[in-house]
């Protein structure tokens, strides 16, 4: 069965601080792959997705992120964390053909920042 | 710009009531689903639909039921509320293969 790993649940930065949140997954083909964010009492936001093409995606609000096939991975960083950055993050990951994929989210990340 | 927009914000029920959770969107998406956000388990899939009067189960669709009557509407119906319904509700809406957009969510509270 398919699987979203977030090893981390919650991750604590200072402000100006790069980050790294962690997404793991498991499937057999190339799947699309997605990073959500979500403010307080919010719905969730895309912040970028990956179909196919260039492995390191550019995203909104200054996030990047990298699919690596080798390590079934597809990490989200940032090199310069803003207080407002403050949020949960979920990883999302979807396989299937005809446009008829259902995307398995993963528990999510608590990013905490400093100032 | 996409909008999502569900009925209620929040909500407080009490158990044994009937609940109709309601999603519209603007932007002729067939596909819509429906989840729960409870802390520490994530997103987790209720309901779905391909296209109008069309449903499929998700991961947990007991306790719950849909309806699809329209394009642009997907209810969620709680027939009779438990606590433990009580959660985040969010829906979402997509086109195809792309990403999803997502409603501002329901907070149900069964009392």
């Known amino acids: 069965a398919q699987s979203v790993t977030q090893p981390d649940i919650h991750i604590t930065v200072s402000e100006g601080a790069s980050l790294e949140l962690r997404c793991n997954y498991s499937y057999g083909a190339t799947p699309y792959l997605f990073w959500y964010v979500q403010s307080p009492g919010q719905g969730l936001q895309l912040l970028l997705k990956y179909f196919s093409g260039d492995t390191l995606v550019q995203g909104i609000k200054g996030f990047e992120a990298e699919f690596k096939r080798s390590q079934s991975s597809f990490n989200l960083r940032k090199p310069s964390v803003h207080w407002s950055d403050a949020a949960e993050y979920f990883c999302?990951?979807?396989?299937?053909?005809?446009?008829?994929?259902?995307?398995?989210f993963g528990r999510g990340t608590s990013l905490i920042v400093h100032p | 710009d996409v909008k999502v927009t569900q009925s209620s914000r929040y909500l407080v029920k009490r158990t044994g009531e009937k609940v109709f959770l309601e999603c519209v969107q603007d932007m002729d998406h067939e596909n819509m689903f429906w989840y729960r956000q409870d802390p520490g388990l994530g997103l987790r899939l209720i309901y779905f639909s391909y296209d109008v009067k069309m449903k499929e189960k998700g991961d947990i669709p007991e306790g719950y039921s849909v309806s699809r009557e329209k394009k642009e509407r997907f209810s969620l119906i709680l027939e009779s509320a438990s606590t433990n319904q009580t959660s985040m509700y969010l829906c979402?809406?997509?086109?195809?293969?792309?990403?999803?957009?997502f409603g501002p969510g329901t907070r149900l509270t069964v009392l």
């Open positions: 979402a809406s997509r086109i195809r293969r792309n990403e999803q957009f």
């Open positions: 999302a990951v979807g396989e299937g053909s005809g446009g008829s994929y259902i995307p398995t």
